[in-house]
């Protein structure tokens, strides 16, 4: 396999799930020291490392998650696995609990948590795919920022901007943060809303064409609503490499 035939599989390389004959592929290319592939886990790397920084130090990704996000990229989990009968079980639990105790209540609040874990799980996993469609892109550059909130950009003029940041306080009340991509000698176009978690982490999409003369991508504090120009000064910026081919 050549090396934009692996490009897709990196970060599965990164986290340890990425299967035959394309793990192989790719440890055969990194050990005869190929330079597409050895800058291209580095920068699966340190994705799947801001990933993980962002999740709460709690949290457990659901095996169902998992066989969803492998299933988006096109690898299949072989065998009979424990979905079905864990299913069946969590239908003959809830069964059970209307049938023999009555319970109706309990058990229409038990699926609506349900209906809502399944729900949140499906957004995540949408926003997963658009990060890396973004980070895989084949004119994707990386800026980085620091000095207070400190992150990467990643930023592609035919998929969009990717924002992954840390130490980033929430925002007070009535108020979010706005991103800015800045052409040169042009006024700021808005990028979105977002707000960051409780722990100061952030990450944030706006999909769509970039423009071709950007060259800052920057972040400031608005009112919830947004405003059409910045108000106030950036946060943070950083520089946006060339976008043209």
């Given at each position: 396999?050549?090396?934009?035939?692996l490009?897709?599989?990196?970060?599965l390389?990164?986290?340890?799930?990425?299967?035959?004959?394309e793990r192989?592929?790719?440890?055969a290319?990194?050990?005869?020291?190929?330079?597409?592939?050895?800058?291209?886990?580095?920068?699966?790397?340190?994705v799947?490392?801001i990933f993980?920084?962002?999740?709460p130090?709690?949290?457990?990704?659901?095996?169902?998650?998992?066989?969803?996000?492998?299933?988006?990229?096109?690898?299949?989990?072989?065998?009979f696995?424990?979905?079905?009968?864990?299913?069946?079980?969590?239908?003959?639990?809830?069964?059970?609990v209307?049938?023999f105790?009555?319970?109706?209540t309990t058990a229409l609040?038990?699926?609506?948590?349900?209906?809502?874990?399944?729900r949140?799980?499906?957004?995540?996993l949408?926003r997963?795919?658009?990060?890396?469609?973004?980070?895989?892109?084949?004119?994707?550059?990386?800026?980085?920022?620091?000095?207070?909130p400190?992150?990467k950009?990643?930023t592609?003029?035919?998929?969009?901007?990717?924002?992954?940041?840390?130490?980033l306080p929430?925002?007070?009340?009535?108020?979010?943060?706005?991103?800015?991509?800045i052409?040169?000698?042009g006024?700021?176009?808005?990028?979105?809303?977002?707000?960051?978690?409780?722990n100061?982490?952030?990450?944030?999409?706006?999909?769509g064409?970039?423009?071709?003369?950007?060259?800052?991508?920057?972040?400031?504090?608005?009112?919830?609503?947004?405003?059409?120009?910045?108000?106030?000064?950036p946060?943070?910026?950083?520089?946006?490499?060339?976008l043209?081919p």
């Amino acid at each position: 396999m050549n090396c934009e035939e692996l490009r897709d599989q990196y970060e599965l390389y990164a986290i340890g799930v990425a299967e035959e004959p394309e793990r192989s592929e790719i440890r055969a290319h990194l050990n005869r020291g190929c330079e597409v592939c050895m800058a291209g886990m580095k920068r699966a790397r340190e994705v799947t490392a801001i990933f993980g920084s962002a999740a709460p130090p709690n949290a457990v990704p659901s095996p169902r998650l998992r066989r969803r996000l492998l299933a988006s990229v096109g690898v299949e989990q072989k065998g009979f696995g424990w979905a079905p009968i864990l299913g069946l079980a969590l239908a003959l639990s809830l069964f059970a609990v209307v049938y023999f105790y009555g319970r109706q209540t309990t058990a229409l609040q038990e699926m609506a948590l349900l209906k809502n874990q399944l729900r949140t799980q499906t957004i995540d996993l949408a926003r997963l795919n658009e990060a890396f469609a973004i980070v895989n892109g084949g004119d994707t550059t990386v800026s980085s920022f620091g000095n207070g909130p400190k992150g990467k950009i990643f930023t592609s003029k035919s998929q969009g901007v990717l924002l992954i940041a840390s130490n980033l306080p929430p925002a007070p009340s009535g108020k979010a943060y706005e991103m800015w991509v800045i052409p040169k000698g042009g006024k700021p176009i808005p990028a979105g809303m977002f707000q960051s978690e409780q722990n100061g982490t952030a990450m944030h999409i706006q999909r769509g064409a970039v423009d071709p003369n950007a060259d800052l991508v920057a972040v400031t504090m608005e009112d919830e609503a947004g405003a059409p120009q910045p108000t106030s000064q950036p946060l943070f910026a950083a520089s946006v490499r060339s976008l043209l081919p």
